[in-house]
């Protein structure tokens, strides 16, 4: 997108916009502030994944809980599965997690109680 030989930094270049600056992988460095989280962020960040996953990585889960949240009339049904590898994704995920947190209290207290 911002390519020097192809892509909008080219197309301002070539339009006469030099004054324009333009800066590479900006992301770059709240991707790296975000792996340098205090210990006890990241204890409750890694919980948070936990429970993700748990539910998003078995279909029988994601159903169960996609019900529930139907049944409870809840505004969302799914949680976002957490990817390691994209890190603004971190945020989306504690963020919805945050917003089902009463309906995931209800799945895992009565899947303890199943098994």
Known sequence: ?????????????????????FTHCLIHREAL?????APELNDVLQDAVKIINFIKSHALNSRL????????????????????VRWLSR???????WLLKDEIEIFLTF????K
Request: glycine share 8%; aromatic share 10%; charged share 20%.
């Open 33 to 37: 502030a975000a792996t340098k989280l």
């Open 65 to 84: 809980f996609s019900n529930l949240c139907k049944d409870t009339e809840s505004n969302y049904t799914t949680l976002l599965l957490h990817a390691e």
């Open 91 to 97: 945020g989306q995920s504690l963020r919805k997690l």
């Open 1 to 21: 997108m911002t390519g020097k030989n192809i892509g909008f930094k080219s197309f301002l270049q070539g339009a006469h916009y030099d004054h324009i600056t």
């Open 111 to 114: 899947y303890n109680r199943e």
